[in-house]
């Protein structure tokens, strides 16, 4: 039962899970928020939400969160309670004393993309004009890093080129490797309107998501494809297309590099990529992926949207590029209802990438070897910033293990528990000998901690977000935080603690700062975002009020450019001892490792994570729905209760990764993308055993 007060005021702000970034009313009595109600004049919501943002918010006041720092000289002693400026203290000679002994570049910061955009703008710098190096990474690296980097080779920007409207003009839609339904609602209700008005929905995906079968909608085309074989099933797509003639020729011509394109055609044209030639690789019937590149190179208007299906792989950049090259060869990037479309997992994941957390990249995407970017930054800064590449963060676990990295500010993500080889990051946590974890609980790497800075909430804070469009929405203070301080203020009370002299006084200071060095954040400004309610970047003099439609008469690159994406399979392979092939997803109510989710009492939670198995699976191995097994991987194994279900293939397995108790990634591999480091998640040879649970 849920005890609603009379609300006496509200405040507009977005909702802090998913990327599709809704808009709130929080109403308030007195200092109580008594609900949040979905706010109508919201761009990308319109009034609507899921149950996440509508009643997940109860976990701002759990009994579970740390309002008080705390430090300790080694991880077995217990946690000391000390004033903010006793923890910052501490912090801060520990820091200063690691870069004495163990060099400038051994220590780093972690940010997340559940901050806003000012708190990660400010923790980059904080590596950068502080500690003196590019040690600076963020957890996009284990979800959407192989975006940034595939559509940045391709069109120039690290972007989705649309904004949610543009799906009301689209014909047919391709959705790979994202659930919408259970991952992004709000975005998942527009497409299935537009759908039920006679678009066409093509599935790319080893799961029969909801969105294949459901009520009044029934996908064209769904290809159940072998986890690990996007590359295949795109580039032979897009061999349907040249080969029978179907592309936009006038598009390339005029749009992209010809000569590039005509190596590209080739590439794809040979007979090795055919559907018939790629099924007995991919598991995707050859008549069935035909028929669907002939829906997308002619059906009209064409748009791509894709989630971590498609970049958590060991090809995720490959095939990010694969599916621009896909839109560019049907003429479908530059105006509305087509276009490539990254569903953002986390709230602010594209605002986290824009502001710099990259250890190769300033704000803007600019990279740390451009001279001239550096200057801007140091004649504001008045430092000198390293132009070589900083660590990300499997990079920095590997350092720590060998020796040679022994601190870390890491501020709003669990890595222990998200990040993947559970073993190996413990390990890379232990060697350190100072790590300060800023967060709202005493999360899985707090285990490993020296110093716990409690965090804020999004309720307790001003800043922007950054959605999946490129909308950037204002968060506003609904609530006093709890620990006395914002997250930018606690970066900013570390950062002078090490000598700095940072004096903002509030958010938009910082984003002012932000407009002053970054070209697509020229013209933002807490008073344009007020007065307009929300703007999509670029937003600079030639796009003053924002750019909703990226792309249109040319690429930011200038020609678009076709990249050759040869398939490589993956290193994790099945065999007789790990016949199976593990997938993982999402569900609706559930957010992550549900740190929030779970902590939310109104509303009551599914109760575990539930294992999908094939009947066919099943039956060979005495196994009936509901029973405990064991899921067995060469990194490790857990324990979980089966659900019977044909949604997936015979040979592949599938689970959520919400409940701590599951342990995921304690059997997910180190595998990950060439080009990124982005973890293989989604594919891990398995075997499942009756158990007698955990
Ligand atoms: Fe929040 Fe995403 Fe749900 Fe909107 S769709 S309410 S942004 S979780």
């Not at 028929?291 to 498609?310: D, E, K, Q």
Request: a negative charge; proline letters at 4%.
């Amino acid at each position: 039962v849920i005890e609603l007060g009379t609300p006496t005021k509200s405040v507009v702000t977005t909702c802090a899970y998913c990327g599709v970034g809704c808009s709130f009313k929080a109403e308030l009595n007195g200092d109580t928020l008594v609900r949040m109600v979905p706010y109508k004049n919201g761009k990308a919501n319109r009034g609507h939400s899921c149950v996440k943002g509508r009643f997940a918010y109860g976990y701002a006041s759990h009994s579970d969160r740390i309002t008080s720092p705390m430090i300790r000289d080694t991880i077995d002693e217990p946690w000391r309670e000390v004033s903010w400026d006793d923890a910052l203290g501490f912090a801060a000679k520990k820091m200063r004393s690691l870069q004495k002994k163990y060099g400038q570049k051994s220590i780093g910061v972690i940010t997340s993309s559940r901050c806003t955009n000012e708190e990660t703008y400010l923790v980059q710098k904080l590596a950068r004009a502080v500690f003196g190096n590019n040690n600076t990474d963020t957890c996009a690296r284990v979800c959407h890093s192989p975006t940034g980097y595939g559509l940045g080779q391709a069109f120039g920007t690290s972007a989705g080129t649309q904004d949610f409207d543009s799906v009301e003009h689209s014909d047919v839609v391709v959705v790979i490797g994202a659930n919408p339904t259970d991952g992004h609602p709000v975005f998942a209700s527009r497409l299935k309107k537009r759908l039920r008005q006679g678009a066409k929905l093509i599935v790319i995906d080893p799961r029969r998501i909801d969105l294949v079968k459901s009520p009044h909608i029934s996908a064209a085309h769904h290809l159940p494809l072998r986890p690990g074989t996007n590359v295949a099933v795109v580039t032979a797509i897009a061999h349907v297309i040249v080969t029978e003639g179907l592309m936009d020729e006038d598009y390339i011509r005029t749009r992209c590099d010809w000569d590039e394109f005509l190596d590209y055609a080739a590439f794809v044209s040979d007979s090795k990529h055919s559907p018939e030639a790629t099924t007995l690789l991919t598991g995707v019937h050859a008549g069935e992926l035909r028929a669907a590149a002939r829906l997308f190179a002619t059906g009209g208007n064409g748009a791509i949207y894709y989630g971590l299906g498609v970049t958590e792989h060991s090809q995720g950049s490959t095939t990010v590029m694969a599916i621009a090259n896909l839109a560019m060869l049907t003429g479908n990037i530059g105006r509305e209802g087509v276009g490539v479309n990254p569903l953002r997992g986390q709230n602010n994941v594209q605002g986290a990438c824009d502001m710099g957390s990259f250890p190769h990249e300033l704000p803007g995407y600019r990279h740390v070897k451009n001279s001239d970017v550096r200057d801007v930054f140091e004649s504001l800064w008045g430092v000198k910033i390293d132009p070589e590449a900083g660590l990300r963060i499997p990079n920095m676990l590997d350092a720590a293990v060998d020796g040679t990295f022994k601190g870390l500010y890491c501020q709003g993500e669990d890595i222990l528990q998200s990040d993947p080889d559970t073993k190996h990051v413990a390990a890379g946590l232990a060697a350190m000998e100072c790590v300060i974890v800023h967060d709202l609980f005493l999360n899985e790497t707090a285990n490993y901690a020296h110093v716990f800075l409690p965090g804020s909430t999004f309720l307790e804070k001003d800043g922007t977000f950054t959605n999946a469009e490129r909308r950037i929405n204002r968060v506003r203070k609904v609530m006093a935080p709890r620990n006395g301080y914002g997250d930018w203020e606690v970066t900013q009370m570390l950062a002078n603690a090490m000598g700095a002299d940072w004096t903002y006084t509030h958010p938009s200071e910082i984003m002012n700062e932000i407009a002053a060095t970054t070209p697509s954040f020229a013209h933002v400004s807490y008073q344009l975002l007020d007065d307009k309610g929300s703007v999509q970047w670029p937003c600079n003099a030639e796009h003053p009020e924002g750019t909703p439609l990226m792309h249109v008469g040319g690429f930011v690159r200038g020609k678009g450019r076709f990249m050759v994406t040869e398939y490589i399979a993956t290193d994790e392979r099945t065999g007789p001892r790990f016949p199976l092939l593990l997938t993982t997803g999402r569900i609706l109510s559930q957010y992550n490792v549900g740190a929030q989710t779970r902590r939310t009492d109104n509303v009551v939670w599914h109760d575990q994570d539930w294992l999908e198995v094939h009947p066919h699976d099943a039956e060979v191995r005495g196994i009936n729905d509901g029973d405990w097994v064991r899921l067995t991987s060469r990194a490790g194994e857990t324990s979980l209760r089966v659900k019977i279900t044909d949604r997936v293939s015979t040979g592949v397995v599938y689970t959520t990764f919400h409940h701590p108790d599951t342990q995921a990634n304690v059997i997910t591999t180190d595998y990950s993308d060439w080009a990124t480091n982005c973890p293989e998640y989604k594919v891990t040879a398995v075997q499942v055993s009756l158990s007698n649970g955990p």
